[in-house]
């Protein structure tokens, strides 16, 4: 087994409001940070790259953790839909239940973990925790 000592995982940080879909590029950054107030609900979508999907750069087996940071102002805005490949997947939230809500004058931190279970095919697991 390898042994890591003092990786440094990428980040983009960028003065950008979340809304619409949001393209995360998982060759680019594990860590996506945008630090204008949201301006509506967003999709993410997770791909290896604009030319590279991410079911072709994982193989059956494999898994990613990502993490979106989001800033909200007065108004909350939230993470209501997840795709890989621009294909819808439903992911198994932390506790209960899938946001509803984001959190006014914070920064939400989406973290997601997507497990490869077999060809386009995969299992997500997701948590949002607030921070002020």
Excluded: H
């Excluded at 239940?97 to 939400?108: F, L, Q």
Aim: charged letters at 5%.
């Amino acid at each position: 087994a390898e042994v890591l000592t003092n990786a440094a995982e990428k980040i983009t940080v960028s003065a950008t409001a979340a809304t619409g879909t949001i393209n995360f590029d998982i060759t680019t950054q594990s860590v996506l940070y945008y630090t204008t107030n949201a301006s509506g609900n967003f999709t993410v979508n997770f791909r290896a790259s604009s030319g590279t999907s991410l079911n072709t750069a994982m193989s059956t087996g494999q898994c990613i953790t990502a993490a979106f940071l989001v800033t909200n102002g007065s108004t909350a805005y939230y993470n209501s839909a997840v795709t890989i490949d621009g294909n819808s997947v439903t992911p198994k939230w932390q506790g209960v239940n899938a946001p509803i809500a984001g959190n006014i004058n914070s920064v939400d931190a989406y973290t997601y973990t997507i497990i490869k279970t077999g060809s386009a095919t995969f299992t997500v697991f997701a948590s949002q925790v607030q921070y002020v």
